[in-house]
């Protein structure tokens, strides 16, 4: 294993881990397929050859997916949070992970076409929703709870009141 990161990411795929490394290292910056490994011998989802585990970084954080079969599935249990800058990040982010199979949710969440849950979080959401004052926190907060992708004019709007 190449990777000298001792807590690394591990993310279950049935078959298509390097389809989706690979993605990812196309969609975001700072984001890499690092090294591909072939199963040495048969295994219960697969043969002797096939890609076993794929390491990769995401905004630079290191993971390993494993083609471990269909036997687990991703849930919203696990999601990247991906902090935006602009709307135009937003945007991005959002339509890259919707438009290649992947599925809208509600309050900035998506879901890839592999099952990977993603936050696409522009940070003046957070700051927003954080305030100490409660009262533009709350309307911030209740706008965000009306939307699938984060609108920051929106929020900023429903903050200023």
């Excluded at 078959?15 to 072939?38: G, M």
């Excluded at 935006?84 to 919707?98: K, L, P, S, V």
């Amino acid at each position: 294993m190449t990777m000298t990161a001792r807590n690394t990411v591990c993310l279950w795929y049935n078959h298509n881990a390097e389809e989706a490394a690979r993605f990812y290292a196309d969609t975001f910056p700072d984001s890499s397929v690092v090294a591909v490994h072939y199963a040495p011998g048969d295994y219960p989802s697969g043969q002797k050859g096939n890609v076993l585990t794929v390491e990769f970084t995401v905004l630079g954080i290191p993971c390993l997916g494993l083609n471990g079969g269909p036997g687990m599935i991703h849930n919203e249990s696990f999601s990247f949070q991906i902090a935006t800058q602009d709307q135009a990040e937003t945007d991005r982010y959002w339509h890259a992970i919707i438009s290649n199979g992947g599925q809208e949710s509600m309050c900035g969440w998506c879901k890839d076409k592999w099952g990977i849950s993603w936050q696409i979080t522009p940070v003046a959401l957070t700051k927003a929703y954080t305030s100490p004052d409660r009262k533009a926190a709350k309307r911030a907060f209740d706008a965000m709870m009306t939307m699938k992708k984060i609108d920051i004019a929106t929020i900023e709007a429903a903050f200023r009141g």
